[in-house]
């Protein structure tokens, strides 16, 4: 079983962003990494003089880096960086939006969590264009992961498996909409928010989090209980989406419980150490509303 570390989602500051990669770099037991700006195109200067090094550090560290694609295109500058990204050849480019297999069309990529493979005729026809790894969109329950992933052996089914799980993208900046800015004036406030900015119910109950453009679930999405029911489905890999909390310790205990030096409970007792405060749950992987914590399946 594979880990990926997934993009990070929220606009950290450049210099944090830059060092959270090294350490992962130097760290954590990750085989692949995805890095690039996904959520807000607005944000990918911020980080553009890192990236050589950061890529760099990785590449020499052993891990595998994926280049990814953003999640909702709307702009034309946002086509011309799309159509730069999907004619690199040096790495392997996840599409996020389906404008983007057009240009990858025919060589190896991956699939992004956001594109909506929801059942097995569309991972093949994904993969007949080239796809070698499919990351499925996160709500979908176990024997439906189970179904893809048998249909398209050849290639990598990943799964998201900790994280704030992305639920929605707009064209729309919440962020800037809460602070009585426009889109084109944000003053880039998600900044102040790095690891989201907690939306609450009336009775003042977690809810949701908005980064930016993006709506992501309150609760934290932990697969650690399903680990080995997942790799019984097929899985490839889990995708470990940074978080404003020790993700190198994250990675640590997700590999071993994968292979099996650390049971599932002490896993989680661990993980909630790692990032206290935030709720657990797996719900979606047991057809279940997203937020609740469900049993392990055996």
Not at 5 to 16: A, E, I, K, R
Not at 166 to 193: G, M, W
Not at 229 to 252: F, I
């Amino acid at each position: 079983m594979q880990l990926t570390l997934g993009p990070v989602l929220f606009n950290w500051q450049s210099d944090v962003w830059r060092d959270f990669y090294f350490q992962i770099a130097d760290e954590a037991p990750i085989d692949v990494v995805v890095v690039g700006e996904i959520v807000c195109s607005k944000r990918s200067p911020f980080f553009a003089e890192h990236m050589p090094t950061v890529i760099e550090r990785l590449v020499a560290s052993g891990k595998q880096v994926v280049l990814g694609s953003l999640i909702l295109i709307s702009l034309p500058r946002e086509r011309r960086q799309m159509a730069e990204l999907t004619g690199t050849e040096d790495f392997l480019v996840e599409a996020n939006d389906l404008t983007c297999v057009r240009g990858l069309r025919g060589r190896p990529h991956a699939i992004g969590p956001f594109v909506n493979v929801y059942n097995e005729a569309t991972a093949a026809y994904l993969a007949d264009l080239g796809a070698t790894r499919i990351c499925l969109p996160p709500e979908l329950p176990l024997r439906s992961i189970a179904t893809i992933a048998a249909s398209v052996p050849e290639v990598t089914t990943e799964v998201f498996a900790f994280g704030k799980v992305p639920l929605a993208i707009s064209a729309r900046c919440y962020h800037a909409r809460i602070h009585k800015l426009t889109k084109d004036n944000c003053r880039f406030v998600c900044e102040q928010d790095p690891d989201g900015l907690a939306v609450k119910t009336l009775e003042g109950d977690g809810f949701l989090s908005v980064n930016g453009v993006q709506t992501l679930s309150h609760s934290c999405a932990s697969y650690l209980d399903d680990a080995d029911a997942l790799a019984r489905a097929g899985v490839g890999a889990l995708r470990l989406s940074p978080q404003k909390c020790d993700m190198v310790q994250v990675a640590h205990v997700f590999r071993n419980v994968v292979e099996g030096r650390l049971g599932a409970g002490d896993g989680n007792r661990a993980l909630s150490e790692i990032y206290p405060g935030v709720p657990f749950a797996n719900g979606f992987l047991h057809g279940l509303p997203g937020a609740e914590l469900a049993e392990p399946v055996t």
